[in-house]
């Protein structure tokens, strides 16, 4: 596991003798040293500062900041060093301005800003990096960090609105779990204890209810520990698996409903980072590479790399997507057509806007089905267990006069 980065404040001597001071990210204090030197500056101090960058929290969306108002100042004119220290004294996300601050360090130092967002990878990674490598190269950097930020923003909104899609369900199904284990803990044996005195035999729903009390009451705790120690370790072997995450991954395209919001979904990553990427003038299997890495779902990363293997042969994009059977056919289409016209990257946006869209009606679609659904296993989980508890009160006469 790779060492997490901290940021460092020092002071040292430049090459001419001249003091001079700055921060850096780093993993120790002697990397600070060794890249110093590596400069020709010798570090006189060094001292980790509270609060590391990582642990300040930058969110994608303070990257996606970060990176539209650079391209504004940078268009008008600005020098990046002063654009830079604009950014980072006008933002009032403290982690934000630490991490710009150390950009500005790196870049006055010498650095180019891509190497200087290479020192970062927490925060800005391998797409960004060689967008904006690209954008210095060809003089282009405004209209590359407009592009950047652009695509951040639909990546994150598309990535929001599949998270709500998701979590929603999750939640209240979670929420009636627990409702239902207080019933059972709490509620339950309160019941049990009227009905004790009432000297008759029981419904079976209020046996079977009370009977699930019992085991839930031996067991809560290990039922609570077991159920989070499955969560957490199917989490940390998928990390580790890839195996494993390719069936998982596999799996959750043929669930109901969800299999398809979460294929569109991918669908739209893979032509929205493809058209950004080649659009840049990044190399056709470079922004393959790129694309794999953002598919965020195993079946289409795995297919991605096998699409960049055949066009590194010299096959054609849309021939080597129709083989893996993944991509839909009217994206391998819109793909032939952008290759025939040389308008890749704009057939390529085209779909990704196509497939945004689909993303947004497959959300609106699933909470009108899954609400309704939702209240009707609610209804069933707690209605049923209170039914259950009331039904021997209801038949009350009946109990009593029994023999």
């Known amino acids: 596991?790779?060492?997490?980065?901290?940021?460092?404040?020092?002071?040292?001597?430049?090459?001419?003798?001249?003091?001079?001071?700055?921060?850096?990210?780093?993993?120790?204090?002697?990397?600070?040293?060794?890249?110093?030197?590596?400069?020709?500056?010798?570090?006189?101090?060094?001292?980790?500062?509270?609060?590391?960058?990582?642990?300040?929290?930058?969110?994608?969306?303070?990257?996606?900041?970060?990176?539209?108002?650079?391209?504004?100042?940078?268009?008008?004119?600005?020098?990046?060093?002063?654009?830079?220290?604009?950014?980072?004294?006008?933002?009032?996300?403290?982690?934000?301005?630490?991490?710009?601050?150390?950009?500005?360090?790196?870049?006055?130092?010498?650095?180019?800003?891509?190497?200087?967002?290479?020192r970062h990878p927490e925060h800005f990674d391998d797409l960004f990096r060689n967008l904006v490598e690209a954008g210095e190269r060809s003089g282009t950097l405004p209209a590359m960090l407009d592009r950047i930020a652009t695509y951040?923003?639909?990546?994150e909104t598309l990535r929001r609105k599949v998270r709500k899609a998701l979590i929603y369900p999750a939640a209240v199904l979670c929420v009636a779990g627990a409702v239902s284990g207080i019933l059972l803990v709490k509620v339950v044996p309160q019941f049990e204890q009227i009905f004790a005195g009432f000297g008759a035999e029981l419904p079976a729903s209020t046996q079977g209810v009370i009977a699930l009390s019992e085991f839930v009451r031996?067991?809560?705790?290990?039922?609570?520990?077991?159920?989070?120690?499955?969560?957490?370790?199917?989490?940390?072997?998928?990390?580790?698996?890839?195996?494993?995450?390719?069936?998982?991954?596999?799996?959750?395209?043929?669930?109901?409903?969800?299999?398809?919001?979460?294929?569109?979904?991918?669908?739209?990553?893979?032509?929205?980072?493809?058209?950004?990427?080649?659009?840049?003038?990044?190399?056709?299997?470079?922004?393959?590479?790129?694309?794999?890495?953002?598919?965020?779902?195993?079946?289409?990363?795995?297919?991605?790399?096998r699409v960049r293997e055949e066009v590194a042969t010299g096959r054609q994009l849309h021939a080597a997507m129709r083989d893996t059977g993944v991509f839909p056919d009217d994206v391998v289409g819109m793909v032939a057509v952008g290759e025939e016209s040389g308008t890749l990257d704009d057939m390529l946006a085209r779909s990704a806007a196509w497939y945004e869209e689909q993303v947004d009606d497959a959300v609106d679609t699933i909470a009108s089905m899954v609400e309704p659904m939702i209240m009707a296993v609610l209804g069933v989980l707690v209605g049923g267990l209170i039914v259950a508890m009331y039904l021997p009160i209801f038949q009350l006469g009946a109990v009593i006069g029994g023999p």
Request: glycine share 12%; hydrophobic share 45%; net charge positive.
């Open 1 to 118: 596991m790779a060492a997490r980065s901290e940021l460092f404040a020092w002071r040292g001597r430049d090459r001419y003798g001249h003091a001079v001071a700055g921060e850096m990210t780093a993993a120790s204090a002697a990397r600070v040293r060794r890249a110093l030197a590596g400069r020709g500056i010798r570090a006189t101090s060094v001292r980790r500062q509270g609060g590391g960058i990582r642990r300040g929290r930058v969110r994608t969306e303070d990257v996606a900041v970060f990176s539209r108002q650079l391209a504004a100042l940078t268009r008008a004119g600005v020098p990046v060093l002063q654009a830079l220290g604009i950014v980072a004294d006008g933002t009032d996300r403290p982690a934000l301005a630490r991490l710009v601050r150390a950009l500005r360090t790196d870049v006055s130092a010498g650095d180019s800003i891509a190497t200087a967002l290479g």
């Open 152 to 155: 951040q923003e639909k990546a």
């Open 218 to 305: 031996d067991r809560w705790v290990a039922m609570v520990g077991g159920g989070l120690a499955a969560v957490l370790g199917v989490r940390a072997v998928r990390r580790r698996s890839r195996a494993l995450r390719a069936l998982l991954d596999r799996a959750s395209l043929r669930l109901p409903v969800f299999g398809r919001l979460i294929g569109r979904s991918s669908v739209a990553r893979c032509t929205r980072t493809l058209s950004t990427t080649f659009g840049a003038g990044v190399p056709l299997v470079d922004a393959l590479e790129s694309v794999a890495r953002a598919a965020g779902n195993g079946v289409f990363e795995a297919a991605v790399e």
